[in-house]
C-alpha cells in the first residue's frame, strides 16, 4: 500500500539555524500538509498547499515557515530560524483529489529537537 | 474556532473488555468526525469517519463510533478489546469549507493481558 514518507525521522539543531523538514506525499495525490505536535499537546495545523500554492494556513504559520514541492515528489517544511518552541514532532499528511472530507494519509512523523 | 475535546488521556482496560473512548465536538454546524489511530513508531491512520448519513459508523477491525449530533459527540467503542489494540487514538473535525483537521489529545489505550 503507498505510504506518506518524511525523513529525517529525527532532527537536533541549534536555535537560530534553518532546518528543512522532507517529506513524500503518495504519488498521486495533489493536496499536502504540515501539522505538528508539541509534546503532550494536540495534533495542530500548520498549513495546506495545492497547486503550487498555500490554499490555507493557521496562525502558528508565520513568516519563519515555508513549504515548497521542488520537484514532482517532495514537499518540504523550512523554519528559518529555529526557536525553542518549534521542537515538536511534525506530520506531513496528503490526499487525492476531490472533497475536502476525503482522508488525509499521514506520515511517521519527523521529530525536531531545538537546543 | 472549532475544538474537540477528548476527556481521558489514558485508558487501560483488559483483553476482551468492552472500550469507550469519549470524543466532543464544540460546533455542530457543517462538520465531518474522523477517528484516527498511532501505533508506536508510526503514523496516524484513519480508522473510520463520519460524513453524512447512517450515524453509526464502523472499521474493519470491529471498533464503531456514533455521531451524536445533540450531544455534540462522536464516541469510539469495542465491544472486545485485543491487545493488539494498544495505541493512541486521535478524535479529529474538519469543519465545511475548511481542509484542516482539528484534533483532540488523543487518548493512549492500553489493553493488558
Known amino acids: 500500500e503507498p505510504e506518506v514518507t518524511q525523513t529525517p525521522s529525527h532532527q537536533v539543531t541549534q536555535m537560530g539555524q534553518e532546518v528543512i523538514l522532507r517529506c513524500v506525499p503518495i504519488?498521486?495525490?495533489?493536496?499536502f500538509y504540515w501539522y505538528r505536535q508539541i509534546l503532550g499537546q494536540k495534533v495542530e495545523f500548520l498549513v495546506s498547499f495545492y497547486n503550487n500554492e498555500i490554499s490555507e494556513k493557521s496562525e502558528i504559520f508565520d513568516d519563519q515557515f515555508s513549504v515548497e514541492r521542488p520537484d514532482g515528489s517532495n514537499f518540504t517544511l523550512k523554519i528559518r530560524s529555529t526557536k525553542l518552541e518549534d521542537s515538536a514532532m511534525y506530520f506531513c499528511?496528503?490526499?487525492?483529489?476531490?472533497?475536502?472530507?476525503?482522508?488525509?494519509?499521514f506520515g511517521p512523523g519527523t521529530r525536531l529537537t531545538v537546543l | 474556532a472549532q475544538s474537540v475535546t477528548q476527556l481521558d488521556s489514558q485508558v487501560p482496560v483488559f483483553e476482551e473488555a468492552p472500550v469507550e473512548l469519549r470524543c466532543n465536538y464544540s460546533s455542530s454546524v457543517s462538520v465531518y468526525l474522523f477517528w484516527y489511530v498511532q501505533y508506536p513508531n508510526q503514523g496516524l491512520q484513519l480508522l473510520l469517519k463520519?460524513?453524512?448519513?447512517?450515524?453509526l459508523v464502523e472499521s474493519i477491525n470491529g471498533f464503531e463510533a456514533e455521531f451524536n449530533k445533540s450531544q455534540t459527540s462522536f464516541h469510539l467503542r469495542k465491544p472486545s478489546v485485543h491487545i493488539s489494540d494498544t495505541a493512541e487514538y486521535f478524535c479529529?473535525?474538519?469543519?465545511?469549507?475548511?481542509?484542516?483537521?482539528?484534533f483532540g489529545k488523543g487518548t493512549k489505550l492500553t489493553v493488558n493481558p
Open positions: 463520519y460524513l453524512s448519513g447512517s450515524t
Open positions: 504519488s498521486n495525490h495533489l493536496y
Open positions: 499528511a496528503s490526499r487525492g483529489s476531490g472533497a475536502s472530507t476525503d482522508t488525509q494519509y
Open positions: 479529529a473535525v474538519i469543519q465545511g469549507g475548511s481542509e484542516k483537521l482539528v
